[in-house]
């Protein structure tokens, strides 16, 4: 059956419903968002995609995604280079930035262990973490910060002992009840986790 929708318009539907979290429904609803737009700004957003491969590289330390090599945060002397936290995606990075609650350096994995999607420590950023630490002489700390996923904790573990082989000191964030949750709403691996990773008053 022929689509009801032009070719151009149908074409937009079929790359937003590739993005993660967009079914077609979504997409239909963002490809006639754009369509209504004035011409000048569907442009400009065209354009902004457009450019992303040309001008998004990774940085050469941390690897997170940047305009400049290296990146803004490894660039800024002022912060701490005896910790370094390693996260999953440059998302994570953005969080952690945007809570202010860390001055350190970051190191980006692009990924969790996942054996059955054929990911292993090869297709993560894991050896170019130990050569920056053996850069420094183990003189750093390494805080893992991967999600509470089973994946993120596989991860967590393998970094852990692979760090731990060469002497260097490893931290874990802890997880635990989000604040504003009621407890009884918390799941069994939260409530261990957080009963874990408890502190002292």
Not at 60 to 70: I, L, N
Not at 73 to 84: G, N, T
Not at 171 to 188: E, F, N, Q, V
């Amino acid at each position: 059956m022929p689509s009801a929708f032009p070719p151009a318009l149908e074409r937009l539907i079929k790359n937003f419903s590739k993005l993660p979290g967009i079914g077609e429904k979504s997409a239909t609803r963002l490809a006639l968002q754009v369509l209504r737009w004035p011409e000048g700004q569907a442009a400009e957003f065209a354009e902004s995609i457009a450019v992303l491969h040309s001008r998004i590289r990774l940085c050469s330390s941390c690897h997170t995604f940047s305009e400049q090599d290296p990146c803004p945060v490894c660039a800024d002397p002022r912060r701490d280079a005896s910790k370094i936290c390693v996260v999953e995606d440059p998302g994570d990075l953005l969080a952690m930035e945007k809570a202010g609650a860390f001055n350190g350096l970051y190191h980006v994995l692009h990924g969790v262990l996942a054996p059955m999607d054929g990911i292993g420590p090869d297709q993560l950023k894991l050896k170019e973490l130990m050569q920056r630490v053996e850069q420094r002489g183990g003189e750093v700390e390494v805080i893992i910060a991967t999600s509470s996923t089973a994946a993120g904790e596989a991860t967590a573990s393998f970094l852990s002992d692979m760090l731990a082989e060469k002497g260097v000191r490893t931290s874990r964030i802890a997880c635990g009840i989000p604040m504003g949750m009621d407890l009884k709403y918390a799941d069994k691996m939260t409530l261990q986790r957080a009963l874990e990773a408890r502190i002292k008053y």
